[in-house]
């Protein structure tokens, strides 16, 4: 556990930052695992099917990621006050009403999974592989939950090294158990795409029973009997007031996803399969921006619950400079390797060679989407640890919905772009979130929000 309310801010955040990026380079890792142990085992269909549920398995899952946000903010609001006493109500309020929700969304999801991918055309020849991949994945998504739930209660107290040390218990769990499950062993039967969905679902059970036996050494708060368990309706309100926002916001960047896959698979699964691909890199190099983010509103969350707004403001600055310089790196080496890494995920076949292709016209638009991730990332991790998450829910709105898609389709319609139209949009909408973003943080009313009454 870290105290960021003194110190020198730029080595805090370069400091903070770097195991949280780890962190999530092992969160994400099990994503990429399964995507290349897909492809190379079972080749580009089941690639396409898998991609054609990543929008859908973004989705639901929001509102939980949004509750954990919302925890994350209040702990270190807390944490930088001493308030001991409140951050055990905040754990016992939070965990509850989150994991009962969770469970909820997780019904949903198996309830209406054919809709789902009936909403985003997943193409009749890859449909089956789909539901079976999508179905178990929203069956084991409260195991999921509680390792992103004990992951946001670390970070809110500043221990990141020990999210890294879960996450690479449930990255080294997923190399070993995915392939094991897609082409079986023993009396295991071979279990192909839904394989990789049981692989990553056991992977997170085991990692939930782990972690949890690991921190009740070293971590006072996660023990459960040393909780405060009265009832607090005003952490609970808070705790949707920002956790609410915050999901919905990630569902509209989602259901801009379902809109967008739903628009590239009219091109066939060869470029659906490019889609899924640079979607899972796009992720994998998102991993630094969102991990900038996180430690700014770690460290500006301690700050304000402290006091001391002027941290916050040179938070800020050294975030968005630290975000510059990393998305540049991203551009270049994107722009100097697609092919090579698009091959990463496929068998060598004449229809690899045809998805590579549409790989490398992919990041002739979308590496340079990353500079603009840099500031968007780095203002959005400020501006939510003041609770500020229903400015961020509206900019991401006009972002996705106002401007992305309509220039998606307009550049891609009749007489335009084809699916290349869908890449400039992208790029397009990101450069104006970027000024959308800046102009906010300048005018916007958040250094003023008090989170639980202080």
């Known amino acids: 556990m870290r105290d960021f309310t003194e110190g020198r801010i730029a080595r805090q955040v370069i400091d903070f930052t770097m195991p949280i990026m780890l962190g999530n380079v092992l969160m994400s890792a099990y994503g990429i695992i399964n995507l290349i142990w897909v492809g190379r085992l079972l080749g580009h269909k089941a690639v396409a099917a898998v991609a054609a549920c990543l929008p859908i398995i973004m989705l639901m899952p929001a509102f939980l990621i949004g509750l954990g946000m919302a925890t994350n903010v209040l702990i270190a609001q807390a944490f930088g006050r001493r308030d001991h006493a409140m951050l055990r109500k905040i754990l016992s309020n939070s965990f509850f009403s989150s994991i009962l929700f969770c469970l909820l969304i997780s019904l949903l999801g198996l309830l209406f999974r054919h809709q789902l991918l009936q909403w985003v055309h997943a193409p009749a020849e890859i449909y089956d592989m789909a539901l079976s991949y999508l179905t178990i994945m929203m069956a084991m998504m409260v195991f999921h939950f509680y390792v992103n739930w004990m992951n946001g209660m670390l970070r809110g107290l500043g221990d990141a090294t020990t999210v890294v040390k879960i996450l690479l218990m449930l990255a ?39 972690g949890y036996v690991y921190l009740l050494r ?55 399969a490019a889609f899924g691909i640079g979607m899972q ?124 898609i309509p220039l998606a389709y307009g550049l891609a319609g009749p007489g335009g772009f084809q699916h290349n139209g869908i890449w400039m949009a992208m790029l397009a909408s990101s450069a104006l979130a970027v000024v959308l973003n800046w102009l906010y943080y300048r005018k916007g009313p958040w250094k003023k929000k008090r989170l639980l009454g202080k």
């Open 172 to 210: 080294v769990l997923n190399i070993v158990l995915v392939p094991l499950f897609i082409r079986g062993i023993g009396p295991l039967p071979p279990l192909g795409v839904a394989g990789a969905a049981w692989g990553s679902g056991v992977a997170a059970v085991l990692t939930c029973v782990m």
């Open 218 to 272: 070293f971590n006072p708060y996660i023990n459960v009997r040393q909780w405060d368990y009265s009832l607090d309706w005003n952490i609970i309100r808070e705790v949707f007031v920002i956790g609410v926002p915050a999901s919905l916001q990630m569902i509209v960047v989602s259901l801009a996803g379902v809109v967008i896959v739903s628009l590239v698979n009219r091109y066939g699964t060869a470029v659906t």
């Open 281 to 404: 890199v796009d992720m994998l190099m998102t991993i630094p921006f969102i991990s900038i983010g996180i430690a700014a509103t770690t460290i500006s969350g301690q700050n304000l619950g402290a006091g001391k707004l002027e941290r916050v403001f040179q938070t800020t600055k050294i975030s968005v400079c630290f975000g510059l310089l990393v998305g540049l790196v991203c551009t270049t080496v994107l722009l100097a390797f697609p092919e090579q890494i698009g091959g990463i995920f496929l068998k060598a076949s004449a229809e690899s060679a045809l998805v590579k292709q549409y790989v490398r016209g992919y990041y002739r638009w979308l590496a340079f989407i990353f500079p603009c991730f840099g500031v968007i990332f780095a203002i959005q991790g400020v501006l939510r640890s003041a609770g500020d998450t229903m400015a961020l829910l509206t900019l991401s709105f006009i972002a996705m919905f106002m401007i992305r």
